[in-house]
């Protein structure tokens, strides 16, 4: 199911096998938050961006259209049209990025809907048959993401409860695989390291976390405020408890070169709202450094976004011919640039397996390291 194939110092170049499609890492995954990636890109196109995995938002499907709508339809891959793997978050990261709205207690935690006000309990239980129902290839452990800066105190209190809050998910999640009428009965489960920027917290919580010998694990909390170093820092640390045989997974991450430097350390899955984000205020990355497409510098500039790269946009499509979308509020030119963010950022993931495939990845690493997050 998972196999390590070949190491540049903590690097890995990995297969990862799941019930839905066969995934090469490092890689990253398309963040489809409520089953379909923000500027019109469907689950269709993501064939043409070499994506592997696509990413959906346990909670905004949950308040809409419903997961249980979502069953009866046959559960998410039917109903997005992709039909390789899928992860789900567990709701977990709205516990800090709606912290307006809910309210935290042992059971789990109470939401006002984002939408309209609606009262939501979520817990451990909960989100596994959330995600149960939208049956999904891997489920996340509902956990509580703390924002940085955090006090020890609460971060261990808080490390404690997702930890109880693990156990709990393990259990719903074993007796959802075991019923009958489960859209997916060989649902995998990843557990989430926290722990804030304290190194022995995140050590001891990884150790903890290990013994329930899940399918695979992440860690969470971190790119929420916190200085890149801590960043790279806590990776670094807890690494070396991470189990060598799963998967790891580092949550909301990143920059291009947050990305080069986590697989460096270790790391072999990736999400992030950025690449999408970005493109739909025209701001693109290329392998010269990242430019904004509204500029005036490209209203007659003939040349693709990126010369270099095979994308259909760039393939099709010049700068100018972009920009004007852009000034002309057609929803096209955000269409266009989303398909060219994803696109680099999966070619980027390709390149890595290939030098760590060829034993260059650290020479790749530092020609690019910079160049690739430097506006232009």
Same mark, same amino acid.
């Given at each position: ?59 905004? $499907? ?116 075991? $019923? ?124 693709? $976004? ?35 963010? $994803? ?34």
């Amino acid at each position: 199911m998972f196999k390590v194939i070949k190491k540049e110092g903590s690097a890995r170049l990995c297969d990862f096998e799941t019930v839905h499609s066969k995934i090469k890492t490092p890689a990253f995954m398309n963040v489809a938050t409520s089953g379909a990636i923000k500027g019109a890109v469907s689950a269709y196109d993501l064939e043409d961006i070499h994506c592997q995995v696509q990413l959906c938002n346990t909670y905004h $499907l949950h308040v809409r259209p419903g997961d249980q709508l979502i069953r009866e339809m046959g559960g998410l891959h039917k109903f997005t049209g992709w039909d390789k793997t899928i992860l789900t978050d567990s709701g977990g990261f709205q516990v800090f990025s709606l912290a307006s709205l809910r309210k935290i207690e042992e059971k789990g935690v109470l939401f006002s809907s984002h939408v309209d006000g609606k009262r939501i309990f979520m817990g451990p239980e909960e989100s596994m048959r959330i995600q149960s129902n939208l049956g999904s290839t891997i489920a996340m452990a509902f956990d509580e993401c703390v924002a940085n800066p955090a006090t020890l105190e609460y971060a261990t209190k808080s490390c404690d409860r997702t930890t109880r809050w693990l156990y709990r998910c393990k259990d719903e999640m074993e007796r959802l695989n075991a $019923l009958h009428d489960t859209i997916n009965n060989k649902q995998m489960l990843f557990g989430i390291n926290q722990g804030c920027v304290f190194d022995d917290l995140r050590i001891k919580h990884m150790q903890t976390i290990k013994k329930l010998d899940l399918d695979g694990y992440a860690i969470g909390g971190l790119a929420v405020g916190e200085p890149k170093e801590d960043m790279y820092r806590v990776i670094s640390a807890v690494e070396p408890y991470m189990p060598e045989n799963k998967p790891r997974y580092l949550m909301g991450v990143g920059t291009p070169g947050n990305i080069l430097e986590a697989v460096s350390r270790g790391v072999d899955l990736f999400d992030c709202v950025m690449p999408s984000r970005n493109a739909r205020h025209g701001h693109l990355f290329t392998w010269s450094g990242i430019i904004n497409i509204n500029n005036e510098k490209y209203a007659r500039d003939d040349n693709p $976004l990126d010369p270099t790269c095979n994308c259909p946009t760039c393939q099709r499509h010049s700068r100018s011919y972009i920009r004007h979308l852009f000034k002309s509020k057609e929803m096209l030119g955000m269409r266009l640039c989303v398909i060219h963010n $994803l696109y680099f950022y999966n070619t980027l993931m390709e390149k890595i397996r290939e030098n760590l495939e060829n034993g260059t990845f650290t020479e790749f690493k530092e020609k690019y390291v910079d160049i690739l997050d430097t506006r232009i």
